[in-house]
């Protein structure tokens, strides 16, 4: 094989570019699960995001207008799942898996029309002097405005959590709903102002798929991204940081099987496209094998209000 | 009315089925320590919970400070100067202490303010606690310590204290009486929320007495006897256990070095326990929340393993064997927590009923279960403990705390155990069905049983056991009889002899 | 103001009714929604629901479907829901499917053109295994280490997929295909070929199976130890524990006997309906059953009824692909409907209305 073919620049590059839906998905879910709801339908509201965002993207020629829809349409779709379950009471794996098949018919009905169309895409943001550093520059200072707009989520996530009041409010809700409850909190309207950021993230993470790292609609094209975001939270022991790591890990091994396809390694290339998967069921065995997960202690348990 | 605090008038409150307050009045004055006295069940809760703006009455009125009151949300009640503090904490365990306080309070100072602030008011009041600690790490007085400086670091005019001292040991409720009376003398009025007699008797000012969702009477507990209060709080005679003369037999249970490291991140490892228990006795293990006592139960019904030696049944080493073998050999256990682990919520009756007795009852046959004879044994259940459900049918959650705790220690007596252990058997059980618990237990030891109480109530453990022994952080102490015991040295026991709050506190 | 609050004990009459409102209020919003598309929404349901079974012209060609479409559903449903019932929550069925099929075909090509009466019979039991081995994987990593099966198992779909990319174009790939993708046609091959039992029935050996696994299922569930240590795991763990279940025995039994009848499914499908081992042989009824558990309450006799619905629906939306140009897409969508609304429709059976005056929750 051709190792040479393999530019570092550009691998670094499309690192960042591979990386950024997933963690844009991710950052958002670890919020929700934080609010102590488990939301398993990332997948599907990532898929939606991503016709939604295209559509929009192309009715209007503009692709800041499809991210806002995208994340939108993942908002609204996230609504179905909180009225769900935070009203209706629902189990919370039963409705998220429900939203993913949901979220995989809807966006195969939306996107039909589109197939085969090409969306206007992204500018690259070159960030002055920094993006005319020899090497550097190209590597990392020159990506459009998502992969920037990720970082700084990511920043902005880690800043509520911990400076917060809000944020501290939120972590108490997810740690013991009860408490809260019993301190005067809203449980529900917390938990579902956590799942609609949630969706609207998820939303974006979809559209910077369709939008940008392809740019084209075609059916299933999330390819389980939002089921690795899902895996990253838990990689992440629910920390913002962590989950930014996490996300630039697996997006480096996305890149990196591509990479190798291309230059003709000689590994299988069933194990070679398997290997983004296989990686994240080996890192969730390695995080779950040491133990203290750090997980919120109500993740997953409906509350209802008795008094 | 210049001397009333808070005044309530008339108040009802009522769910489905059940009037959990009908038509209550009384007043708080400024600066006493009123007492709410009641049974399980008697409209305690639902009456503070009004009180703190978590329910709203059907019918009355409140007034604050001859201003009408009305909470619609606990913001309202703190911001009126009414704090509470939960008989089951409201805490958050990952969180820190200061995290903790922060939550509770409606304009919280910066971190660094206000973890000085916290040490400040714990150092005032006796009540020692780190804002940097994690509360998960805490043991439950220290927890209970949270609650109450959250509560005082707003000031409050009136202080609610739902059942304070479930969790604590004689000396911490000696602690916990002089910071009361601190507040009281620094004008705070408390309104405080218990079952037991002598403490109301040695701490309050005024005691309100509620039965079945009424006021029977408001009196000056130092004027009217323990035996006067506890009439108007039961209103029926019951009867009390007798203990029957038993003959003390062959040693049945005996547990030789048992060590455990802890369950999951807040559990109590369990180090060096070590006592035995004959045929015919009753060991009583007391402690407060906390100490090992789930733990303690868990090792001994086999849900979790130790070393063989560690646990022998008569002749048999038990300890590596897991619940259906040890079962099988006569050790039955009921567990504290009746709904999820010594009974699934949702199953029937007769389900539950098989849930332990499949074995000792030969409920199965060949690998098929006998419904018919799980039935049966259920029925006989229900109809030996006088357990009150609508049919065998019915789910396990339907059922009030009390019939429940007779269906499951029922159904463990009537499996004719050779050594029965239960955890907290009266726990949230209204006096009657209490009684018929504790009876039972004795009748079993009469007919040659060795028992393990393990309990929080030393007057239960007082009345039923033979020998005395205290958990304190996994670790279990000398045990005494029961008739050489002094409250005092009681206390002593539970606290773990030598590391003592009591030096703080004199300090 | 309305509330909820909770019953003493589950409402019988809503287990069974909550379905049955769930398809009515599908219908209700689905006819709406092939309005907003275009089409006559009386006659799309009527086309779904109703002419697969009873069209003049169609239904000679669509009845049998509904037992061909029905028979993996609910042998894979059938696995799933009491893995369900357990807490234990196995999302890759549809993997475990594609890895059955792969190895029974695998071996039965291996005997190729072998007339033995043994050949099917070992390509079942190589598909039961190898679903078999695919569910072990997350079973044993949840029993070593604790890790998420949800996760694993959904991971091991994509990988499965991957797997069957490869072989269907080279290890399994048919030598007189001319360099197309795909296995031998097993339907030319009478030794392997899982063929119709009863002319224009659609009844095959996967249909049979998933009628004795509904029967098996409930007698296992209502009448048996096991069955019940299942439920009690997932209604009450530390009660389970207490009463001496071992969790880990409960974790491969379910995850293992999930996999096991999933892979089976494969078998059945490659073999009979498909016809062939190709890259899209998997029509996602993997997923698909999911929803039938739920939709048939996690219960063997719902389960069947639910899996002849969903299958009346795919049908159904077949025809209404054809005869009204309805996008095949909707009809998937229309499936996670009917399980959305059940879901909501559900918690009337724990909870009940309540009308109370000026509280807040």
Redesign the interface.
Known sequence: MDLSSINPVLLVASIMISATPILLAAIGEMVVEKSGVLN?GVEGMMITGAVVGFAAAVGTSSPEVGFVAAAVAGAALSL?FA??TQV????Q???G??LT??????S??LG?PYEGMKSPTLPKLDIPVLSDLPVVGRMLFSHDMMVYLSMVLVLAVWAFLKFT?AG??L??VG??H???H????KV?RIRVAAIVFGGACAGLGGAYISLVRVPQWTEGMT??AG?IA??IV?FASWRAGRVMIGAYLFGGVTVLQLNLQAAGAKV????L??SP??V??IV??II??R??H?A??SLGRSF???? | MGDTLLSLKGLTKAYPGVVANDDVSFDIRPGEIHALLGENGAGKS?LV?MIY???KPDQGQMTLKGAPYTPA???AA?AAGVAMV?Q????????TVA?NV???MEN?PKPRDLARQIRDVSEAYGLPLEPGRVVGTLSAGERQRVEIIRCLLQNPRLLIMDEPTSVLTPQEVDILFQTLRQLRAEGTSILYISHKLEEIRALCDTATILRLGKKVATCTPADTTARELAEMMVGASFNTPEPKPRDKGAVLLQVEGLSLAAPG?FGTPLRDISFQVHAGEILGIGGVAGNGQDELLAALSGERRSMAQSVWLAETAVGAMGPVKRRALGLLCAPEERLGHAAAPDLSLTENAFLTAAKRQDLTKRGLIRWGEARNFADKIIKAFDVRTPSAATAARALSGGNLQKFVIGREILQRPRVLVVNQPTWGVDAAAAAAIRQALLDLAASGAAIVVISQDLDELMEVSDRFGALNEGRLSVIHPVETLTLDQIGLMMGGAHDMEVAHAHA | MIR?E?RPQPSKAWIWSAPIVAVLLTMIVGGLMFMALGSDPFEAIRTIFWDPMFHPQFAAYSRPQLLVKAGPLILIAIGLSIGFRAGI?N?GAEGQYIIGAVCGAAAGLAFYPSDSIWIFPLMVLCGILGGWVWAMIPAL?KV?????E???S??????AQ??L??VASGLLRNPEGMGFPGSRNFKQWDAAHNSELLMNTGMHWGVVAAFIAVLGAYVLMSQHILGFQIRLSGEAPRAARFAGVNPSRIIVFCLGLAGALAGAAGLFEATGPAGQITTTFNAGYG??A??VA?LGRLHPVGILLAGLLMALTYIGGELAQLMLGL?G?????????L??FL??V??FT??RLALTGKET?
């Not at chain 1, 209706?88 to 189990?91: V, Y």
């Not at chain 2, 089951?88 to 969180?95: N, P």
């Not at chain 3, 070593?144 to 998420?148: A, D, L, S």
Request: charged share 10%; net charge positive; no cysteine.
């Open positions: 398993l179905v009225l769900l209706f009471l629902s189990n794996v039963a409705t898996l429900g098949l949901a979220g995989l018919g809807l195969s009905l039909k009041r501290l409010i972590k108490a740690e013991s009860e408490s809260a019993a301190l005067g909190y529900v390819a389980g089921w899902l895996a838990v299988p290339v069933a194990l496209s398997a998967y296989l994240t069921i969730l065995v779950s094998a133990g203290a750090a919120p202690a209802h209000a008795t008094r | 639902t919970k703006g978590l329910v949300e606990p913001r703190r939960f089951h904490f409201s805490l958050f365990d990952a969180l995290e922060a939550l509770g919280p991140n | 909820l909770k929550w999302i990593l070593k280490f604790g890790t998420n949800i996760l694993v959904l991971m091991l779909v994509y990988v991957n797997v990319n490869s997923f698909t999911i929803i739920f996008p897409a909707s009809i998937q969508l229309f499936q996670g409907m399980l959305f879901l909501a559900d918690v724990n909870y929750v």
